[in-house]
T-cell receptor
């Protein structure tokens, strides 16, 4: 059982480049989300989705785009990378869209923007 | 707005010592959930425990115990007889509302020295 799979694990971009972080889960979870982890700031929610075709913004959505065309996949797009987007990105899913569900996390994607 | 504070940035103890990680939260909602997650050196985040706002019973799981006190808005985590494998970053998190939007604390890096 793969759980939540993120690719790539590491990526280096130049300022202004675009890229997509892929996230897939095989647990048939309704809820999926993207967080970024920065030193001293914990994890902050970027975007989330409560089901296919439904997405919404989290705390720090600027500069990122998401879509949810299937239950399994929830890609995160960086439209024009900036050094401030250097971070570790985590995709997570949950069996419930409500506040009680624990999150299952991917292994993370470390992004460096030069 | 919701907020979670983990005042201890780093803790270092010698193996077999007991250690308590503090977590203080802020919310005006009466229904909410509190979580602890562990992030070992490998980087993935692992769910440890969930508590809802109506259940103030303390919980013990092996060497781990959690003390939830609504009167002080705290949800502290104690490891008894710590082991080197407990070395990790530990995050406290809060979830309220209709959709799951976890708010994380800054994390506490726990180092257990042999």
């Amino acid at each position: 059982n793969a759980g939540v799979t993120q690719t790539p694990k590491f990526q280096v971009l130049k300022t202004g480049q675009s890229m997509t972080l892929q996230c897939a889960q095989d647990m048939n979870h309704e809820y999926m989300s993207w967080y970024r982890q920065d030193p001293g700031m914990g994890l902050r929610l970027i975007h989330y989705s409560v089901g296919a075709g439904i997405t919404d913004q989290g705390e720090v959505p600027n500069g990122y785009n998401v879509s949810r065309s299937t239950t399994e996949d929830f890609p995160l797009r960086l439209l024009s990378a900036a050094p401030s987007q250097t971070s570790v990105y985590f995709c997570a899913s949950s069996y419930t869209r409500g506040p009680r569900g624990e999150l299952f996390f991917g292994e993370g994607s470390r992004l460096t923007v030069l | 707005a919701q907020k979670v504070t983990q005042a201890q940035t780093e803790i270092s103890v010698v193996e077999k010592e007991d250690v308590t990680l503090d977590c203080v939260y802020e919310t005006r909602d009466t229904t909410y959930y509190l979580f602890w997650y562990k992030q070992p050196p490998s980087g993935e985040l692992v769910f440890l425990i969930r508590r809802n706002s109506f259940d103030e019973q303390n919980e013990i799981s092996g060497r781990y115990s959690w003390n939830f006190q609504k009167s002080t808005s705290s949800f502290n985590f104690t490891i008894t007889a710590s082991q080197v494998v407990d070395s990790a970053v530990y995050f406290c998190a809060l979830s309220v509302g209709g959709a799951q939007k976890l708010v994380f604390g800054q994390g506490t890096r726990l180092t257990i020295n042999p």
